[in-house]
């Protein structure tokens, strides 16, 4: 497996995971529209934010995140990083690649030197519950969304 920043190039093939968890989304079928294409440029420009993949041999992507480093004045000044949008291609769950993943993702924001890494996870995915807390997440707080 292969652990790296994501390309323009993987564009469509992340965006076919977070379009449906549950099954394959052939990335050819995915429409890249300019909406897609500023928000990977704001992400790819900026040294705070990372779209991650992992992929085989062949440069297929089997799963993604994002991670974003939020400078903050807790924890000494200590920098956290933010994971969100955790996927892994539905044919190839329960292989540990979402534990590669995330633990890949856990050690670079380490070696960045952030205090804390924290994520969110939809209250009804218990399995994901189960998942994060195998990798030593503690759900220690309560979250709030607000769309707008």
């Known amino acids: 497996m292969i652990f790296r920043t994501a390309t323009r190039q993987d564009l469509p093939a992340v965006l076919a995971l977070l379009a449906d968890e549950e099954k394959i989304v052939d990335p050819a079928s ?9 928000a990977f440029a704001a992400i790819d420009s900026d040294s705070r934010n990372e ?4 992929t085989d041999a062949s440069g297929t992507v089997l799963g993604c995140l994002q991670a974003t480093y939020i400078p903050g004045l807790g924890k000494h000044g200590g920098e956290r990083a933010l ?22 993702a856990v050690e670079r924001a380490r070696e ?19 998942f994060y807390a195998s990798l030593g997440f503690a759900c220690s707080h309560e979250g709030f969304k607000l769309a707008l």
Do not use: N
């Not at 995915?30 to 294409?37: F, L, M, N, P």
């Not at 779209?51 to 992992?54: A, E, I, K, R, S």
């Not at 960045?112 to 189960?130: E, F, I, M, P, Y």
């Open 51 to 54: 779209m991650l993949v992992l």
């Open 112 to 130: 960045r030197g952030c205090t804390l890494v924290q994520l969110t996870s939809d209250k009804r995915r218990s399995d994901a519950h189960r």
């Open 30 to 38: 995915v429409v890249v529209d300019a909406a897609y294409e500023q």
């Open 83 to 104: 994971i969100e949008a955790v996927r892994v291609r539905a044919d190839r769950r329960g292989e540990g690649l979402g534990r590669e993943l995330v633990t890949r």
